[in-house]
């Protein structure tokens, strides 16, 4: 026997529509400003930690042992500031991770540009 034709019915689609957040702009250049004052604090501090750690090496004899007593100020003093900094009284804890980790990226960069120099004069 035929078989009775099955009429099939279609699902109504729902309509999704994305409703984005309200972007509030003055808090964004706010925090943006504040991230720039705690990169410019670690450029400073960089540009201290670097001149140290070049007169340390300028001043011992022993090279080898100076190379690692300045690698390791560096990177103490690249882990440490924003501890100091959040007990100065700014917030480092609002950045995001991701921005603090590229403040101790060049953190690490300038220390090392500003060590050779010294190191070279």
């Known amino acids: 026997m035929a078989k009775k034709r099955r009429l099939i019915q279609e699902e109504a689609v729902e309509d999704y529509t994305f409703t984005p957040k309200d972007f509030d702009e003055r808090e964004f250049i706010l925090k943006d400003l504040y991230g720039t004052r705690v990169l410019f604090i670690y450029i400073v501090a960089a540009i201290v930690t670097g001149v140290v ?30 501890k100091v900094l959040l ?31 010294v190191i070279n004069i």
């Open 53 to 82: 750690a070049g007169l340390i090496y300028g001043l011992i004899d022993n090279k080898t042992w100076v190379a690692l007593i300045d690698t390791l100020l560096v990177f103490v003093v690249s882990f440490g500031l924003s």
């Open 87 to 117: 007990k100065a009284g700014f917030r480092v804890d609002l950045l995001e991770p991701r921005s603090i980790v590229g403040d101790i990226f060049i953190f690490l960069v300038m220390a090392l540009g500003i060590c050779i120099l």
